[in-house]
């Protein structure tokens, strides 16, 4: 069945950017009927939806990052990527790739579910 | 956007049932059928458990049912057990154009 693993730096300095990748296997990225989203939770905020890739290219951010994130697809590697520019402590969470059901109505279309999920990986911001 | 709101904590005693409410606005919970439920014990990632308000993906155990009424989702455990102690999230996306998304604030459910 699909799985999705985290990698990247666990550790990060304050101002710099945070870039993550999530590996795709046992199932394709290119597949139509879904989105690939980072989520991230901390004691502070609980879990955090960051944003969302279409295996197009098509990307969506939450508002209030939206300024600092950048999500990316390469279906011929069946990976996607983040990144997060000038990171504070604030940032300090473990992030978790997921795959998210998309549905369409009415000529909009949305995430519906997420799963599965990767197993997460613990970023901390820290000079 | 903003998370949608949940008990902090809920408990209960082995064979009970417990019901965790989710509650947000007519733009995402109250809208189409869009909440899903996610489980997560500690240090693991998030499980789901409902998708599209009251659907059970294959292998969750049919204790675990959702639903809604207006703007506020439910999920409820019948015939509690240990293994049910975790935190439980919902969710819902959360505009009427494009694919955002929110999160609710988590309960902790614990077993007496």
């Known amino acids: 069945q699909l799985q999705l693993q985290e990698s990247g730096p666990g550790l990060v300095k304050p101002s710099e950017t945070l870039s993550l990748t999530c590996t795709v296997t046992d199932g394709s990225i290119g597949s139509t009927a879904y989105y690939w989203a980072w989520i991230r939770q901390s004691p502070a905020k609980g879990l955090e939806w960051i944003g969302t890739?279409?295996?197009?290219?098509?990307?969506y951010y939450s508002p209030s990052l939206k300024s600092r994130v950048s999500i990316s697809v390469d279906t011929s590697k069946n990976h996607f990527s983040l990144w997060l520019s000038s990171v504070t402590a604030a940032d300090t969470a473990i992030y978790f790739c997921a795959r998210s059901r998309k549905f369409c109505s009415g000529g909009s279309c949305y995430l519906r579910w997420f799963d599965p999920w990767g197993q997460g990986t613990l970023v901390t911001v820290s000079s | 956007q903003s998370a949608l709101t949940q008990p902090a904590s809920v408990s209960g005693s082995p064979g009970q049932s417990i019901t965790i409410s989710c509650t947000g606005t007519?733009?995402?919970?109250?809208?189409?059928?869009?909440v899903s439920w996610y489980q997560q014990h500690p240090g693991k990632a998030p499980k789901l458990m409902i998708s599209e308000v009251s659907n059970r993906p294959s292998g969750v155990s049919d204790r675990f049912s959702g639903s809604k009424s207006g703007n506020t989702a439910s999920l409820t455990i019948s015939g509690l057990q240990p293994e049910d102690e975790a935190d439980y999230y919902c969710?819902?996306?959360?505009?009427?154009?494009?694919?955002?998304?929110?999160f609710g604030t988590g309960t902790k459910v614990t077993v007496l």
């Open positions: 007519s733009s995402d919970v109250g809208g189409d059928k869009s």
């Open positions: 969710g819902s996306h959360t505009s009427s154009s494009t694919p955002f998304y929110a």
């Open positions: 890739v279409y295996y197009s290219g098509n990307s």
